[in-house]
């Protein structure tokens, strides 16, 4: 499916986006290893997602819809053998966490997942599960791969990335191996595991090392707990983007999950210079929640620092585009792992941005966009996503305040994070066609 997005005025309104997807995969997970039930509410229902409800029935456990968006999952408190390959789709994070939460267990699975994710790097969860016992039968540490769980052993391990996945798996697998599991990382990736496990009664604290707290958990069994899931903060980003380069444009975005270490994006906005609040500021469920009101804004380049690339990882490639619409440079830096993402997006962000009339550039680890202002960026291409959802998004806002039109050559896999993205945006009056 293409799409094409052209200038339709300011944007208006409120919106909800869809559940967090984060958040989801982990109550999935979480419920299905835990005793009891499990009920989620604003569980989002995108292909991802939806992978991870296959992989936990096919590891044993009863997960269900009992209406839009309202999930009961029965978990067997623990996994059992699969039948069938467990398909993670396109997606990282359930391969790489369903492979923790398996690998304490007696039983052999076989991962597999689409194209874009068979050429994602493994090694860095096949690393640390096999220092912990597991044992992985895989060409070059990519899918498809088969693990053979087994007695665990806890580890205390310094991860080479700030990964919440890498930390995620070694966390689910700690659940299940014999004395403690420490996960050091350099900077702090999302805490949402951490979090969960808390509610879902894990034995779970942070042990200081190196002047740092690290999470440590210790073998424990999990009970059923009740999870809200809160919107999004990395669907949120495209609507606020947009409404930030179009004039006149003023947009609540409601219900977002505002945990810290997911707004480096937000930060970057402010820094900018945006008309940026959050509001009705709220902490129901041990995850924080806020409305988030944004204005269109006079905006100027920034330098993000390396550290804060973790809290920002998937929002690299809308903050380019916000980037192209700022006066001056934004230079991004530290953030090597786009290049391992559903894409190289470092190299498809600076190719669109080009395409568009914008000056950009490649670097190792990130990208230069020397932005014009508003009225600067033509559009008027037809960009390449490599069927990556956040490229193709990114793409569709530019094209809604670029002086031509841009259509993305596939918009399939929005769906795997953002389903209903299309209405979102029309919503708030964007125009953004089938062609
Ligand atoms: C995720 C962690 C991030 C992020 C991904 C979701 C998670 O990946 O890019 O979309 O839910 O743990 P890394 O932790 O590998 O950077």
């Given amino acids: 499916m293409r799409l094409k ?20 995969h982990r109550a999935l997970i ?22 991870t409800a ?15 968006k309202r999930w009961r999952v029965t978990g067997a408190g623990g996994f059992s053998q699969p039948h069938e390959t467990i398909d993670c789709g396109n997606s990282g994070t359930a391969a790489r966490l369903l492979m923790g939460a398996a690998s304490g267990f007696k039983l052999s699975a076989r991962f597999d997942g689409d194209q874009s994710l068979r050429k994602r790097p493994m090694n860095r969860i096949v690393a640390p599960l096999s220092q912990m016992g597991a044992r992985f039968d895989a060409a070059d540490n990519r899918l498809p791969l088969i693990m053979h769980g087994n007695a665990l052993k806890g580890i205390t391990y310094r991860s080479p990335v700030s990964s919440a996945q890498v930390k995620s798996a070694v966390l689910l697998a ?19 595991t951490e979090r969960m496990l808390g509610v879902f009664g894990a034995a779970i604290d942070t042990i200081e090392i190196d002047g740092g707290q690290h999470p440590r958990v210790r073998a424990s069994a999990l009970h059923g707990a009740n999870i809200y899931v809160p919107a999004d903060p990395s669907s949120a980003a495209f ?26 994006f937000y930060e970057t906005l402010l820094e900018m210079g945006a008309k940026l609040t959050y509001e009705e500021r709220r902490d129901p469920i041990g995850e924080p929640i806020a409305n988030i009101v944004a204005h269109a804004s006079k905006l100027n380049g920034v330098n993000p620092p390396a550290r804060r690339a973790p809290s920002m990882i998937d929002e690299f490639p809308i ?18 792992e786009l290049r391992v993402k559903e894409s190289d997006r470092i190299g498809l962000m600076v190719e669109g941005l080009r395409a568009c009339g914008v000056d950009a550039e ?7 966009v020397r932005g014009g202002g508003p009225k600067s960026v033509r559009g008027g291409a037809s960009i390449r996503t490599q069927s990556d959802h956040r490229i193709a998004m990114s793409f569709l806002i530019l094209g809604m305040a ?17 389903p209903n993205f299309i209405e979102c945006m029309r919503s708030l009056g964007a125009d953004i066609r089938e062609v």
């Fill in 5 to 24: 997005a052209r200038f339709a005025g300011p944007l208006r309104g409120r919106a909800r986006p869809p559940g967090d997807k984060s958040i989801s």
């Fill in 30 to 51: 979480l419920g299905a290893l835990a005793h009891g039930q499990t009920e989620i509410e604003g569980l989002l229902e995108s292909e991802d997602v939806l992978c």
């Fill in 54 to 68: 296959a992989a936990v029935r096919l590891f044993g456990a009863k997960a269900e819809q009992l209406d839009e």
């Fill in 174 to 192: 700690g659940l299940h191996a014999e004395g403690e599991t420490v996960l050091i990382e350099r900077e702090r990736s999302r805490d949402h």
């Fill in 239 to 264: 609507p606020i983007a947009a409404a930030l380069i179009l004039n006149n444009s003023e947009i609540s975005v409601e219900d977002v999950l505002v945990n810290p270490l997911r707004l480096g």
């Fill in 319 to 336: 903050l380019a585009i916000v980037a192209a619409f700022a006066h001056g440079e934004t230079r991004i830096v530290g953030a090597a």
């Fill in 362 to 368: 490649e670097l190792p680890d990130g990208l230069i």
């Fill in 402 to 418: 670029s002086r031509e039109p841009v259509t993305v050559d596939d918009a399939q896999m929005i769906a795997t994070s953002f």
